[in-house]
Each structure stands twice: as structure tokens, then as C-alpha cells.
């Protein structure tokens, strides 16, 4: 069942996740040459600390981190640890945190130093991607519309799409219905209505779509090695126009 969340709920959201926000793209801010995933890491538990917030990943389903940190090939759910970040390297963070009963969940891909022109461009489309994908966040739509709207400009650009792993609703928990595909025919699936919550995140290879998990149990890696890129915002459905949640608070 899609839970559609009341005006109250809504705000207590839109609190939750510009904390959540305003993390990341502090802990986004530190990725340079010479930094480890690790440091990335320690901060984002610190500045959780900071906001009296709980990191959401940190214990979930026995996971180690406080973020994930997925580096080039690597898709979703890499593990901070000793690796040191190289110039050239791009460098996935995704965060969640728990916040007056309510989750915020987003994700950013950036470049470290100088990076393969291509590259950049598989960053940019992927982050178009999320663009399209929020703007048929609109009731009265189909919730394939949005995957739908992901497939189209990645394919379009030349890239593929992670068919393994998905978007899904948020609210009091992280993972609540539905499931969010980056891809499949628009028009389908539950008619959308305004107060839904969704996290949609685009995962994007710069080869063939095919994944695996390392034998850490939690990393998950293009199967040709080539680099990929994830985006990700909370989002609420509007009636005329998504509302992005996941929005930082530069002031802070």
C-alpha cells in the first residue's frame, strides 16, 4: 500500500530532509584527491550528531557505514573504509537520515579533480535523468511515467540503466512501497496522488546495464568495470508539480 502523507507528516518531512540534505552536500563538499572514504564517512556521522539525527544506513540489515560510498564502478553500497579517494576518481555518497520520526534519502555523484570528459557527461545525463524522473512525480500520473522518464534520457545519451536495483517510497520508514524501477513502458502501475512520498534515484552505467556484489556482501559493481553514476532525491507528489525535499539549507 502507497502511504499518502497529511499536511503534518509532510512538514515533519520536509524538516527530516533538509537536514538529511544539508549533510550531504556538506560531506559531497570534502571529496577531493587524498581523502579516504573513511573521513567521508566520520563526518557525515558527526554532522548527524550535530543535527540530533540518526543515520539512517548505519546497522541497517548490519550495515557498516554511515554513508555509502561507491567509487567509479562501483554502482550503489559501497562500504567507507581505507580507500583513498585519486584525482580522476568519481565518487558516489548516499545518505539517509532519521529525523523526528521520518526518513530523508539523497544521493549525489561527484567529480574528484579532473575526470574523463565522458564521464562527466555520464554525470550530468544521469542527473537530467533525475529531473525528468521528478517531473512526472505529478498526480493523476502513472508511476511507471517515472521510470519510464529515466530510461528515455539515459538511452537517449547512450548509457544504460540498472535494472537490479530500484527507487522507493519513504516516510516513516525508509523502504516503504512502492518499488521505483529506472526503466519500462510509461503509463503504468498506481495512478499518483499528491502527499505520496517517493526516493527516486536514478543508477546509470557508462557500459551495459549488468551488475554484481562483491563478496563484501554490500558492494555492488558494473559487471564491465566501466564507471556509473547515482542521483537521488526525496520527493513528495504533487498536483501540479513535484515538491523536491531533499533541498540543503546553504546557509547552515
Known amino acids: 500500500m502507497i502511504i ?13 530532509t533538509k537536514k538529511t540534505a544539508t549533510i550531504l552536500h556538506k560531506v559531497a563538499a ?5 581523502v579516504t572514504t573513511q573521513e567521508l564517512d566520520d563526518y557525515a556521522a558527526e554532522l548527524a550528531r550535530k543535527a540530533e539525527g540518526r543515520c539512517a544506513f548505519y546497522g541497517y540489515h ?31 555518497i548516499d545518505f539517509g537520515l532519521v529525523y523526528g520520526g521520518f526518513v530523508g534519502d539523497t544521493a549525489i555523484t561527484v567529480a574528484a579533480g579532473e575526470i574523463d570528459p565522458e564521464w562527466q557527461r555520464l554525470l550530468d545525463k544521469t542527473q537530467e535523468c533525475l529531473t525528468a524522473a521528478i517531473g512526472q512525480a505529478v498526480e493523476g500520473n502513472r508511476l511507471s511515467d517515472i521510470s519510464n522518464a529515466v530510461q528515455v534520457v539515459a538511452e537517449e ?16 520508514e525508509m523502504h516503504e512501497d512502492p518499488q521505483i524501477p529506472n526503466y519500462g513502458p510509461p503509463g503504468r502501475g498506481p495512478v499518483l496522488k499528491a502527499g505520496m ?5 536514478p543508477m546509470i552505467n557508462l557500459g551495459i546495464h549488468k551488475t554484481e556484489t562483491l563478496k563484501d556482501g554490500w558492494t555492488v559493481v558494473t559487471k564491465d568495470r566501466l564507471p556509473s553514476a547515482h542521483f537521488e532525491h526525496t520527493v513528495a507528489v ?3 508539480v513535484a515538491e523536491i525535499l531533499t533541498i540543503p539549507d546553504l546557509e547552515s
Not at 4 to 16: D, F, H, P, S, T
Not at 30 to 34: E, L, Y
Not at 69 to 80: A, F, K, L, T
Not at 197 to 201: D, H, L, P, Q, Y
Open 157 to 172: 545519451a547512450g548509457f544504460s540503466v540498472v535494472r537490479d536495483f530500484v527507487g522507493h517510497g519513504i516516510g516513516r
Open 62 to 92: 548490519g550495515f557498516s557505514g554511515h554513508i555509502c560510498s561507491s567509487v567509479n564502478e562501483e554502482v550503489v553500497h559501497g562500504i567507507p573504509g581505507r580507500r583513498v579517494i585519486k584525482d580522476g576518481d568519481v565518487v558516489g
Open 4 to 16: 499518502v502523507k497529511n499536511q503534518a507528516e509532510l512538514n515533519a518531512m520536509r524538516i527530516a
Open 30 to 34: 570534502k571529496v577531493a584527491p587524498g
Open 197 to 201: 512520498t517517493f526516493a527516486i534515484e
Open 238 to 240: 504533487g498536483k501540479e
